[in-house]
Structure formats: C-alpha cells, structure tokens
C-alpha cells in the first residue's frame, strides 16, 4: 500500500510561484507515471504533468515553460514547481502515482489559489 502526501499548497498572487511536493510512504520500486492533477468546481481533473519512470515528461499545453515537474528518488518525493502562476491555475492540486494501468494511488488534495 501506497499513502500519497502533498504539502506547498496555499495562496498567491499572479505571477508568482509555488512549490508542491508529494511523498509517498512505502517504497515505489517501479511505476508507470507520478505526476500531478487538478480540479477546479465545475471542471473535470485534468492532467497538469506527469513523468515516467524513465524520466520522460509530459505537460498540459496551459502549463508549458511555467510548470516543471521532478522527482528526488531519495526521498521518494515528486515535485510541482510552479512560476508565473495565473488566476486560472486556481484548483485543488492531486499527486498520483500510477503503479500499473490497474493500481493507482493519489493524495488527498492541496488547495492553490492565486489572486488577480
């Protein structure tokens, strides 16, 4: 079993940034996808970034060249950063991991808002 826990959450202004970062307890041997999600009310969750386990990296187009995702393999932590942040990038931000196409975990959530 699989616990997911994001931290870096919180509120700024546009054009700022933030940092999430998600940890998981239990060690990940191998996995298809981590990678982050969000939802905003009355949106779908939508894919923000995901990275493979071989390091490939794949991103929303709303996102390109201002949100960077990475992984520190030591601390078994996946981070969000994000810069130049805009009032739509306002959501609840979910961690993922994918283990296989059947097993998949993901966080309880953390709320980002940025203001105009």
């Known amino acids: 079993q699989v616990q997911l826990v994001e931290s870096g959450g919180g509120l700024v202004q546009a054009g700022g940034s933030l940092r999430l970062s998600c940890a998981a307890s239990?060690?990940?041997?191998?996995?298809?996808?981590m990678g982050w999600y969000r939802q905003s009310p009355a949106k779908q969750r939508e894919l923000v970034a995901t990275?493979?386990?071989?390091?490939?990296?794949n991103y929303a187009d709303s996102v390109k060249g201002r949100f960077t995702i990475s992984r520190d393999i030591a601390k078994n932590t996946v981070y969000l950063q994000m810069n130049s942040l805009k009032p739509e990038d306002t959501a609840v931000y979910y961690c993922n991991v994918e283990i296989t196409k059947r097993i998949s975990y993901w966080g309880q959530g953390t709320q980002v808002t940025v203001s105009s």
């Open positions: 239990g060690s990940i041997f191998s996995f298809n996808t």
């Open positions: 990275l493979t386990s071989r390091g490939s990296t």
